[in-house]
């Protein structure tokens, strides 16, 4: 009897148990997107504004270009990153829907103002980003035409907010390294010449002009590599620029690729800025000037003695293996 009715109550403690527990789990908040329906794919024409500043990014032929600087190819990652998410962007997180609170969290005019469009330029979102939280692992949206200000539990502030200059491709170059053959060097402190040796896995460098040596492979590699995936550091504020002033009109270093297909890449590297630590750098098949910060260009033109393997000398005494 006694059994039978331990056996009860152990049974009435495990369902007050699970009550407790059931009644302590918070329901689910709801997962609604901000922009039901919006399909990224379908987005063809971007525009920023922030602090008066306008960047209008547009789509033609399955590739985007910056439409207010000349249809410069914009940073197709940088576009990617910015679509994914605001198609991220949930409801779940209420802050305000008070309009007297959309200055504190700046989804106002002082945001940044985000408009996504499609082909025929109908609207598919209207946003303002604004600030980030105090700690800086959140931010705040704010869909232009409602009161509601939501917070996105991370910061992404700089996923929409790049400037005017930010948003196009700093790609100056951009391919193997591999497919290099000759690298070509002529600056102020000299000239020469590399070649690589590709004839096994092993591969070797040596100096080809102006006298024959063997060259330090990690050095020259590092030079390669910088090379084939070389980035602007800045763009100018105008590509409206007098040669005489970029120097890139009677060059002051140049740097040579060929490649084993036969090709090459050039990159003019002309004056330094009157201003800061960069370089006017140019392709030689392309009107674009960029900027090169200062250890870029030395890591480009290095001197003959950084590459230059040293020979180890015989010493006395010693005999080649062929006597």
């Known amino acids: 009897m006694k059994d039978k009715r331990l056996l009860i109550l152990l049974g009435v403690l495990v369902i007050l148990v699970i009550l407790v527990i059931v009644s302590g789990r ?32 547009r789509k033609l032929a399955g590739e985007w270009l910056v439409a207010t600087a000349d249809d410069y190819p914009a940073d197709s990652e940088a576009v990617d990153k910015l679509l994914e998410k605001t198609s991220e962007f949930k409801k779940n997180l209420l802050e305000s829907k008070n309009p007297k609170y959309h ?15 499609d082909a025929n330029e109908a609207t598919l979102a209207h946003f303002y980003v604004g600030r980030s939280s ?4 959140s931010s705040y949206v704010r869909q232009v035409d409602k009161d509601s200000v939501y917070r996105i539990p991370e910061s992404v502030t700089s996923t929409f907010d790049k400037g005017t200059r930010g948003w196009r491709d700093r790609t100056i170059f951009k391919f193997n390294d591999y497919e290099i053959s000759k690298l070509s060097v002529s600056s102020e402190s000299g000239e020469y010449v590399l070649e690589a040796d590709r004839s096994s896995e092993d591969v070797k460098w040596s100096i080809i002009s102006p006298e024959p040596s063997p060259a330090k492979k990690d050095v020259v590699e590092r030079m ?7 980035q602007t550091d800045e763009f100018p504020e105008s590509q409206d620029l007098d040669p005489g002033v970029t120097g890139l009109d009677e060059p002051t270093a140049k740097v040579e690729a060929t490649l084993t297909d036969g090709t090459m890449r050039i990159l003019l590297i002309g004056k330094k800025m009157e201003e800061g630590s960069q370089y006017y750098v140019q392709r030689s098949d392309k009107d674009t000037v960029f900027l090169l910060n200062q250890w870029r260009v030395n890591q480009l033109l290095k001197k003959m003695e950084d590459i230059k393997e040293e020979v180890k000398a015989e010493e006395p005494g010693e005999q080649s293996d062929e006597e």
């Open 26 to 57: 918070k329901p689910k908040p709801k997962t609604e997107p901000l922009f039901a329906g919006l399909q990224t794919d379908q987005v063809a024409k971007i525009e920023i504004n922030k602090d008066d500043k306008n960047t209008v990014l």
């Open 103 to 117: 200055e504190k969290y700046g989804v106002d005019s002082s945001g940044i103002e985000v408009k996504l469009m």
């Open 224 to 230: 390669a590599n910088s090379f084939s995936t070389l």
């Open 134 to 137: 105090s700690d800086f692992m």
